[in-house]
């Protein structure tokens, strides 16, 4: 059973009165700590030994918000075992263990607990997982549900008073939530952000729309939430001190889920752009209809968004229909995927296998239109179903929920599960054959960015630690794939006319993502990956980084 869902039509409200900071008593040390993520599709692991220092992917911005938001008088120390694991001084010089992740986290999360607990430390967890599914974590002393706000306050409270664990669990909810503008500014001064892939930064929370198998709504609301423009600017110069990571990614629900709202940040961006010299590219989350803003992409644009994810799930409409994204039809997808282009805006896809309209011919509709759209990354996934979804709930009413951690899903499909095992291999097998990949990554050189606006080459981005960045990934690129690689005469045949064109960081761009995509899915076909990142399928990598965890 997971926890009852409160109705989209009553949101947690926001704290409208004044809200007093609360001052602490007593001195206390907190360990902020991020699980460190089993390795699949998103967390692009492969592309690390092409880089200079990256250990992971993207900074964790709830928890480095949680840290920013602890009183100032206590000692904050931070730890994204992403990067490096937690060590036994770091939980022996606490006095409180605070942890936050998601789902697919969860066993990460405990054994984080379990290591506190041998310590004799109070242990916290927030986050989106705990708030979902409280009897994940029945071992915390304290759980956190809810976003930031009056359970924070009453919280940190209780952490200041008492020094000993509790006798028993103990639960702080949000009824109210803080508003995302009075939300402090992350702790970047307590990481190092080029050990990341890639930075981000949030604008929005909330999404309007209900996809079926998506717990955005019931988490953040359909009503999106916004910072102000000026909170937005001051959390990238702040990250910039931190380091410069080359691209940061807007990781809000759907970066136009308020129109208005993005239209009104977008001249910011640019300013900003201009004003520090262009020093990072920009990535978001976005639902597909936002081929059909041409004025906000023309900005979106200008403000050096190369990228933009989009949900497209399913190139088949009558299942789009039965999951709720009758939004991806109001223009055709192809269409859609060409206007973004045309803003050179690189077209990111989620694709979804397991639904169920799928039928034996699904795989081939699928393969198809990855060769007509040209997309070169997509995220290919086994259906799985999250609490506090409708989907969730349907299948729960249905009986075909599974608990099993040797599959790959908790959906009892209506195609047989082999069969649609074998789908999503043919599927992502064919999609990174590298010779097809190149082939789509060879679309977008020439049609998609070429259409980026021309940036200066400012102090900011030709800077000696960038130069001496741009030349490592360059060279173990052209020494690991180019002389080594497997694949390295399809990798000659796509980098010599763009080397010879002078195109550094399109050669740079394209030999980091393709080399973890062909990774990654070789380890697919052998079995060695999971077909969704949700799953909670129990892998020998994942029992060893368990074990690690515990020394």
């Not at 082999?418 to 999503?424: D, K, L």
């Not at 980098?495 to 380890?523: D, W, Y």
Request: hydrophobic residues 35%; contains cysteine; charged residues 25%.
């Amino acid at each position: 059973m997971t926890a009852k869902l409160k109705s989209l039509d009553q949101p947690v409200p926001e704290i409208t009165t004044g809200r007093k900071h609360y001052v602490p008593r007593n001195h206390r040390r907190i360990l902020c700590v991020f699980p460190k993520y089993s390795p699949s599709f998103g967390t692009f692991q492969h592309a690390y030994p092409l880089m200079r220092g990256v250990k992971a992917f993207m900074p964790p911005q709830g928890i480095l918000v949680v840290a920013a938001y602890l009183p100032k008088e206590w000692e904050i120390r931070f730890v994204d075992e992403n990067v490096h694991p937690a060590k036994r001084s770091d939980y022996k010089w606490a006095d409180v263990v605070i942890a936050s992740g998601m789902h697919i986290q969860r066993p990460q999360l405990n054994k984080i607990n379990e290591i506190a607990h041998k310590e004799g430390k109070i242990t916290v967890i927030g986050g989106p997982s705990v708030s979902g599914c409280p009897e994940y974590y029945p071992d915390f002393d304290i759980l956190h549900l809810g976003e930031l706000g009056d359970a924070t306050d009453r919280m940190i409270e209780y952490l200041d008073e008492h020094k000993e664990r509790p006798e028993k669990q103990i639960r702080f909810e949000t009824k109210e939530r803080l508003p995302l503008s009075e939300f402090p500014i992350p702790a970047y001064h307590l990481l190092n952000i080029n050990k990341y892939f890639i930075g981000s930064v949030q604008f929005s929370s909330g999404c309007p729309y209900s996809c079926e198998f998506c717990d955005i709504p019931t988490l953040y609301g359909r009503n999106p939430r916004m910072k102000t423009p000026e909170q937005v600017l001051a959390e990238l110069d702040e990250m910039l001190k931190s380091g410069n990571p080359g691209a940061v990614y807007f990781v809000d629900d759907n970066f136009v889920g308020d129109r208005r709202a993005a239209m009104q940040l977008l001249p910011h961006l640019i300013e900003w752009q201009k004003r520090n010299g262009y020093p990072v590219q920009f990535a978001c989350e976005a639902t597909l209809n936002i081929a059909q803003s041409p004025k906000l992409l023309e900005m979106m644009r200008e403000a050096y968004f190369c990228t933009v994810f989009c949900g497209i799930e399913t190139p088949e409409p009558q299942a789009l229909h039965a999951i709720s994204k009758d939004h991806n039809l109001s223009m055709p997808i192809l269409s859609a995927i060409k206007s973004l282009n045309s803003y050179g805006m690189e077209v990111v896809s989620g694709i979804i296998i397991g639904l169920d309209t799928d039928t034996p011919d699904t795989a081939d509709r699928i393969i198809d239109f990855i060769r007509l759209s040209n997309i070169p990354m997509l995220t290919i996934n086994l259906l799985y179903a999250l609490p506090r979804t409708a989907l969730w709930d349907r299948l729960e009413k249905e009986g075909r929920l599974v608990s099993d951690e040797n599959r790959e899903s908790n959906v009892e499909f209506l195609m047989p599960y082999e069969q649609v095992v074998e789908m999503w291999r043919r599927c992502i097998t064919t999609a990174y054959e590298p010779e097809f990949l190149y082939q789509r990554f060879a679309y977008n050189t020439e049609h998609t960015f070429p259409n980026r606006i021309e940036v200066p080459n400012s102090p900011q981005r030709t800077s000696k630690e960038n130069i001496r960045k741009g030349l490592t990934m360059l060279s173990k690129i052209l020494l690991r794939v180019g002389v080594f690689g497997s694949y390295r005469k399809t990798f000659w045949n796509m980098a010599s006319p763009i080397l010879k064109a002078g195109k550094i960081e399109t050669l740079i761009h394209i030999g980091l993502v393709a080399h973890h995509l062909i990774e990654f899915t070789r380890q697919c076909a052998k079995g060695e990956e999971s077909a969704s990142f949700y799953s909670q399928k129990v892998r020998q990598p994942q029992l060893s980084l368990l074990k690690t965890a515990s020394r």
